[in-house]
Every structure is written in structure tokens, then in C-alpha cells.
């Protein structure tokens, strides 16, 4: 916990610095850099996770009045993802791949996602694949449900995008999931958005975690996220690099 209580007045301080009033411009294809490094504490060496993933959207995405970050979200956008990442705990790494299709279906209030993923832990490979089942019932909120290959634990999301009396935007969702162990586990995402800026939080019941993070609009369709996060695991900190384009 000390480490991420100095390390997030030091976040929050270096996403006001680089806070600009770069203008979002309409997007189609995402794609993103990310770096966590995880202190296990008592349980092993130090944690690194690298990953890289790509997003193309089967239409632009508008961004006019809206924020960047909940752009997709709120236009309903179709889209095929595909993400690549390698975890190095000591002398020991493992390999993910994994890849989605999420289509929101034209004039109705339904959403569908099918994905697939392939590991690879010290050798032993393995593939699955997963879903999620939504609506949209109301402009800017989603009820989903996630499934795998194996079956269906109780589990539902819910999401909204909103603004704030000050026209400021904001994003929020829960998570409530029933797993084998029989705790029902609670999920909070948290973002507020100011211009070219945004901060946010979340917490999961199911491993004590509590992390925040913050992010700046970069000039060319970029975005820097710092974000410190602590769970039963231990510490951990990470940056995200986003890039953004037609």
C-alpha cells in the first residue's frame, strides 16, 4: 500500500503536467502499448507483463462533443480486436494471444462478442475460446453477460456513460459475478473526463484490489495512462500508450 500511496500523488501531478487541449479527431483503428510491473511481495520475484493490442472499427468513430475514451461506447461501434502479451515471473514467462469480434446489431437494441484465446505457460499450450451477450436498452447503457467454452457462471455488467451538471463526462460500470467458490464478487470502474484529461478508479471485491489511474491527450492522435494498483497479490504500477487514427 505505500508504495501506491506515493506513487499516486505522483501520477495524478504528471497527468496535470502533460494535460493539453489537443482535439480528438474521428478514429477507425486503436491500437495500444502497454507495461505493468507487479511486486508479488511474499509469493516470488517481481511480476513484468508487456502486451500489445490493435483494434479496427468497421465504421469511423465519431468523437464530436463526446470523449475520446467512451467514443466507441457511446456510438456503438462494431469492431475486431487482437491483443498479444508475455509475463516473466523470474526465470519463468508465458504467452497470450487472444482476438474478438464485437458487433453491435443495426437498428436493434442487441450486442454479441465471440473471442479466442491461446496460451502459452513454460510449453503448454492450450485454446479457448469465450463471449459476451448484451443490450442496450437506453442510448449509453450496456447490460452484458459473459460465457466461455465451459459454461455460464452467473455474471452481469452494467455500464454508463453520462454527464455531470458541469458538462463534464463520465463513464461508470459494476460488476457483480457469481464464481464456483460461491462469493458473489463486486466490480466498480470509475472515469471523469476534463478536457484532453481524465482520471479514474476501480476496485474488485474478489482480490482486494483498488487501483487509480490518469491520462493525457497527446498531440497526433496519442494518449499516455499511468495507472498504480494494489491487490492480495501485491503492488503494481503501468503505462499505457494509445494511438489513435482514421
Given at each position: 500500500?505505500?508504495?501506491?500511496?506515493n506513487?499516486?500523488m505522483g501520477l495524478?501531478?504528471?497527468?496535470?503536467?502533460l494535460?493539453t487541449?489537443?482535439?480528438?479527431e474521428d478514429?477507425?483503428?486503436q491500437a495500444?502499448?502497454l507495461?505493468?510491473k507487479i511486486?508479488l511481495?511474499?509469493?516470488g520475484?517481481?511480476?513484468?507483463?508487456m502486451?500489445?493490442?490493435?483494434?479496427?472499427y468497421?465504421?469511423?468513430?465519431?468523437?464530436d462533443?463526446?470523449?475520446v475514451?467512451e467514443a466507441?461506447?457511446?456510438a456503438?461501434?462494431?469492431?475486431?480486436?487482437a491483443?498479444a502479451?508475455?509475463i516473466?515471473i523470474?526465470?519463468a514467462?508465458a504467452d497470450a494471444?487472444?482476438?474478438?469480434?464485437?458487433?453491435?446489431?443495426?437498428n436493434s437494441i442487441?450486442?454479441?462478442?465471440?473471442?479466442?484465446?491461446?496460451t502459452d505457460?513454460?510449453?503448454d499450450d492450450d485454446?479457448?475460446?469465450?463471449?459476451?451477450?448484451g443490450i442496450?436498452?437506453?442510448?449509453r447503457?450496456?447490460?452484458g453477460?459473459?460465457?466461455t467454452?465451459?459454461?455460464?457462471?452467473?455474471?452481469?455488467?452494467a455500464r454508463?456513460?453520462?454527464?455531470?451538471?458541469n458538462?463534464h463526462?463520465?463513464?461508470?460500470s459494476?460488476?457483480?459475478?457469481?464464481p464456483?467458490?460461491g462469493d458473489t464478487n463486486?466490480?466498480?470502474?470509475?472515469d471523469?473526463y476534463l478536457?484532453?484529461?481524465?482520471?479514474?478508479?476501480s476496485y474488485?471485491s474478489?482480490t482486494?484490489?483498488?487501483?487509480?489511474?490518469?491520462?493525457?491527450?497527446?498531440?497526433h492522435?496519442?494518449a499516455?495512462l499511468g495507472?498504480?494498483?494494489?491487490?492480495?497479490a501485491?503492488?503494481?504500477?503501468?503505462?499505457?500508450?494509445t494511438?489513435?487514427?482514421?
Amino acid at each position: 500500500m505505500r508504495l501506491v500511496r506515493n506513487l499516486t500523488m505522483g501520477l495524478l501531478a504528471v497527468g496535470c503536467l502533460l494535460t493539453t487541449t489537443a482535439r480528438a479527431e474521428d478514429f477507425r483503428v486503436q491500437a495500444r502499448a502497454l507495461y505493468d510491473k507487479i511486486d508479488l511481495e511474499d509469493i516470488g520475484p517481481d511480476a513484468e507483463i508487456m502486451s500489445v493490442e490493435g483494434t479496427f472499427y468497421f465504421k469511423p468513430v465519431p468523437t464530436d462533443g463526446v470523449p475520446v475514451g467512451e467514443a466507441a461506447f457511446i456510438a456503438r461501434s462494431s469492431y475486431v480486436d487482437a491483443h498479444a502479451a508475455r509475463i516473466e515471473i523470474g526465470d519463468a514467462d508465458a504467452d497470450a494471444f487472444s482476438a474478438n469480434v464485437g458487433f453491435h446489431f443495426p437498428n436493434s437494441i442487441f450486442f454479441a462478442r465471440l473471442g479466442v484465446v491461446q496460451t502459452d505457460i513454460s510449453g503448454d499450450d492450450d485454446t479457448s475460446w469465450n463471449g459476451t451477450l448484451g443490450i442496450v436498452p437506453i442510448p449509453r447503457l450496456f447490460f452484458g453477460t459473459d460465457f466461455t467454452e465451459d459454461g455460464w457462471d452467473p455474471n452481469l455488467t452494467a455500464r454508463y456513460a453520462g454527464q455531470f451538471a458541469n458538462a463534464h463526462w463520465y463513464g461508470a460500470s459494476i460488476t457483480l459475478s457469481d464464481p464456483d467458490d460461491g462469493d458473489t464478487n463486486l466490480g466498480l470502474e470509475f472515469d471523469y473526463y476534463l478536457t484532453g484529461f481524465k482520471v479514474g478508479a476501480s476496485y474488485g471485491s474478489g482480490t482486494d484490489l483498488f487501483g487509480i489511474r490518469a491520462e493525457a491527450a497527446l498531440p497526433h492522435g496519442f494518449a499516455l495512462l499511468g495507472r498504480v494498483y494494489t491487490d492480495d497479490a501485491g503492488d503494481g504500477v503501468g503505462v499505457t500508450l494509445t494511438w489513435r487514427d482514421l
